[in-house]
């Protein structure tokens, strides 16, 4: 499950490793409830780590966390530092 801007790649991401995905998506920023994390089977729930977190007070045994990392482009850090200019001093 996710509740993020674009939960589709966190499921494309799941299956790139194998696994097999029954996509639950919410919208982003969800006020999420503990009845949202019944979907009427006894398979694990996988989440964001943002989601886990607003989940953690109600979180059953079969919830799992999955960290995703952020990877920005060469191009960013580039830009970024032809904004900012000079260090000071």
Sequence with gaps: MAGIGNPQRF????RALGIGVVPHAFADHHAFRPEDLDFGND?????TEKDAVKCAGFAHERCYAVPVDAELPAAFWVALL??????PG
């Design 11 to 14: 499921f494309d991401g799941l």
């Design 43 to 47: 398979l694990p729930v996988l989440m």
């Design 82 to 87: 032809q904004r900012l200019g000079p260090a």
